[in-house]
């Protein structure tokens, strides 16, 4: 969740460490701090964004060419000064960078203090440099990491430096992300492959258990059991272009105008129109328990989460396959009934969010089929589950998902008809209409984004508004969760999103003249029942902005339409979900709210 970056080789670290901050700064804001290894360890932290660690950088430059930086997403302890990473040990010996959750830290701590240590931060973090320090009476470097992280329970990936050990960092990881990228004569290490594309794009990802000594000449890896670790040098495929704003004032913005694109490039390669069938080589391997599954479980959290209730009907209407979707947060805490003829399907866009995870792990111990969708190459769910398939989305670096989201779509789109194709139950000719009318979503994605000003001013017409209801039935109630996560995300508007048949179960009771209503209402098969519950709101005066495939059929309900070209119903949400992500782009802007950096959110929740 929160940003780390090191760096050792021949240039002065500073300016690379800034520059991979600001690459990771939608990880994390709370505050930021660098440690360059120049005469002793050189400290400089600051509470808030990266500009005002900027502001606090002496005016001398640092000339060392070894060193680490943080930029922190809070979890234990406010966010200031004190709390912000890097931590040091009470003698300024060892100063470490952490992402995770030390959950015997309290313990650990009291130990410590037992023996002397003194304690600067509320942090969990700050255990992890006092503990490795006392542990460098009987060990030195890795031996010392090691035997400080057999002691420790919980979710780390950290970043060692010590005084004494010029021209090398240490890593570790377990449950959280860290990335090692190759250079000539300089090697990097990152919680996020986005802060060294500038530099290097060949990479070494660590999975759980590893550590590693990083020197500007070479990699040694090793497992906490001290048995060495051989690993491939990796090929990172985003250019450092992609993660840039490219003109627009946010990356929200750029996210939600690149979908066209992205749609392209999640399905390029995948849809055979002249074979009728969704080509996922990802899933080749796996073919035949996939023909021998009897149920499906989708995991996934926020949205992620929402965009498996659109493939659970999606799935379930191409396959005939019994479907479920569960909050991965919440999947492993019951004792869930699992065989070895479920198949459970992970979706991520990080591919590092801790409980989903955490749920695939769940999954394997029951020896289920483990699957995934996620965007990231190397992550650890996509090399943790049996088979997968990529988004091919880019990197999204706004916090609030747009493409990845419907990249995730498109994907499960393709999934069904892949899965009803390979258990026989897809008629050939269901099958090709499907694919063409998903081949046709880009264009009808474009038409939507080209009427964007029309939205705009919609929302300038409601910007006052303190709450509001999301509406949908069927295949557009995900997206009617989806699009009140996103107004309440960015905008801190006040969202709640429902089933339409919901409404009259309790949330009918708030609507009045100041509560408007966003309706997802195109005209599939429950347009009737769902233009019936734009009746009871209208009968109580509340305001409603419909979005629809038809102005006439629901214009006399309504203050605002918003029209989206139609499509299969099956697909529909991957249209009518674009308006809801600029409703609330725009509102964030209109009240005044940066729409990348949301309040107390982070991109890649990498803690339980």
């Known amino acids: 969740m929160c940003g780390i970056i090191g760096y050792v080789g021949k240039k002065r670290a500073l300016p690379i460490l800034l520059?991979?901050?600001?690459?990771?700064?939608?990880?994390?804001?709370?505050?930021?701090?660098?440690?360059?290894?120049?005469?002793?360890?050189?400290?400089?932290?600051?509470?808030?964004?990266?500009?005002?660690?900027?502001?606090?950088?002496?005016?001398?430059?640092?000339?060392?060419?070894?060193?680490?930086?943080?930029?922190?997403?809070?979890?234990?302890?406010?966010?200031?000064?004190?709390?912000?990473?890097?931590?040091?040990?009470?003698?300024?010996?060892?100063?470490?960078?952490?992402n995770g959750i030390i959950e015997n830290y309290s313990e650990l701590r009291e130990g410590l203090k037992a023996k002397g240590h003194t304690f600067t931060s509320q942090t969990d973090s700050e255990v992890?440099?006092?503990?490795?320090?006392?542990?460098?009476?009987?060990?030195?470097?890795?031996?010392?990491?090691?035997?400080?992280?057999?002691?420790?329970?919980?979710?780390?990936?950290?970043?060692?430096?010590?005084?004494?050990?010029?021209?090398?960092?240490?890593?570790?990881?377990?449950?959280?992300?860290?990335?090692?990228?190759?250079?000539?004569?300089?090697?990097?290490?990152?919680?996020?492959?986005?802060?060294?594309?500038?530099?290097?794009?060949?990479?070494?990802?660590?999975?759980?258990?590893?550590?590693?000594?990083v020197s500007s000449e070479g990699v040694t890896l090793a497992g906490l059991d001290e048995q060495p670790v051989n690993k491939q040098v990796e090929r990172v495929t985003w250019e450092v272009e992609t993660a840039q704003k490219n003109g627009n004032p946010?990356?929200?913005?750029?996210?939600?105008?690149?979908?066209?694109?992205?749609?392209?490039?999640?399905?390029?390669?995948?849809i055979d129109l002249i074979g009728t069938r969704a080509v996922l080589g990802g899933l080749r391997d796996v073919s035949e328990r996939l023909e021998e599954i009897d149920r499906i479980i989708i995991i996934g959290c926020g949205s992620a989460?929402?965009?498996?209730?659109?493939?659970?009907?999606?799935?379930?209407?191409?396959?005939?396959?019994?479907?479920?979707?569960?909050?991965?947060?919440?999947?492993?805490?019951?004792?869930?009934?699992?065989?070895?003829?479920?198949?459970?399907?992970?979706?991520?866009q990080s591919g590092e969010t801790a409980d989903t995870l955490e749920a695939v792990r769940e999954a394997k111990r029951k020896h289920a089929l483990t699957l995934g969708l996620v965007n990231v190459v190397g992550s650890t769910v996509a090399r943790e589950t049996d088979a997968g398939v990529y988004n091919h989305a880019g990197p999204e670096i706004g916090v609030a998902s747009t493409k990845a989201f419907l990249s995730q779509l498109s994907v499960l789109a393709l999934m069904g008809v892949y899965l009803g194709a390979l258990r026989g139950v897809l008629p050939e000719r269901e099958a090709g209409a499907v694919l063409a009318a998903l081949y046709e979503i880009p264009d009808q994605i474009?038409?939507?984004?080209?009427?964007?000003?029309?939205?705009?001013?919609?929302?300038?017409r409601h910007a006052a508004m303190g709450n509001c209801l999301f509406l949908g039935r069927k295949y557009q109630a995900p997206i009617a969760y989806e699009g009140a996560l996103k107004l309440k995300e960015v905008s801190y508007v006040h969202a709640e999103g429902y089933s339409c048949g919901e409404m009259k179960h309790g949330p009918i009771a708030l609507i009045d003249t100041s509560f408007p209503s966003v309706v997802l209402c195109p005209l599939d098969s429950v347009f009737e029942k769902t233009r019936s519950n734009m009746e009871e709101i209208r009968a109580r005066g509340g305001?409603?902005?419909?979005?629809?495939?038809?102005?006439?059929?629901?214009?006399?309900?309504?203050?605002?339409?918003?029209?989206?070209?139609?499509?299969?119903e099956c697909l529909q949400p991957l249209l009518t979900v674009i308006p809801t992500q600029i409703l609330a782009y725009e509102m964030a802007v209109a009240r005044g709210f940066d729409p990348d950096r949301p309040r107390n959110l982070a991109k890649s929740v990498t803690v339980e």
């Not at 946010?250 to 995948?270: C, D, P, Y």
């Not at 305001?543 to 299969?568: F, G, Q, R, W």
Request: charged share 20%.
């Open 446 to 460: 474009q038409m939507i984004l080209e009427g964007r000003a029309r939205i705009s001013q919609i929302v300038k």
């Open 543 to 568: 305001k409603i902005i419909a979005i629809t495939t038809d102005h006439d059929a629901v214009s006399s309900l309504c203050e605002e339409v918003i029209i989206v070209p139609k499509t299969l």
């Open 250 to 270: 946010h990356f929200m913005l750029k996210e939600i105008l690149e979908q066209s694109a992205v749609v392209e490039n999640s399905t390029r390669g995948r």
């Open 305 to 348: 989460y929402y965009a498996g209730l659109v493939g659970e009907y999606l799935l379930e209407e191409l396959t005939g396959i019994p479907v479920e979707v569960e909050l991965g947060s919440e999947f492993r805490y019951r004792k869930p009934i699992i065989s070895a003829r479920t198949a459970v399907l992970a979706i991520s």
């Open 128 to 213: 992890l440099a006092h503990l490795i320090e006392s542990e460098c009476e009987e060990a030195s470097g890795l031996a010392a990491i090691r035997r400080a992280l057999k002691r420790v329970r919980g979710t780390y990936g950290i970043v060692v430096i010590f005084k004494d050990i010029p021209q090398t960092l240490f890593a570790a990881r377990m449950g959280s992300p860290l990335v090692i990228g190759v250079g000539a004569h300089e090697h990097y290490v990152a919680s996020d492959p986005s802060a060294i594309l500038a530099h290097t794009r060949d990479v070494i990802f660590l999975d759980d258990g590893e550590l590693a000594a």
């Open 19 to 98: 520059t991979g901050l600001s690459a990771m700064e939608y990880r994390g804001y709370d505050s930021a701090g660098v440690c360059v290894q120049a005469s002793g360890l050189v400290r400089i932290r600051a509470a808030g964004k990266i500009e005002k660690l900027r502001e606090r950088l002496p005016p001398a430059p640092l000339a060392g060419t070894a060193g680490i930086a943080h930029t922190r997403w809070a979890t234990h302890g406010v966010p200031d000064e004190a709390n912000a990473h890097p931590h040091m040990d009470c003698h300024e010996q060892v100063a470490i960078v952490h």
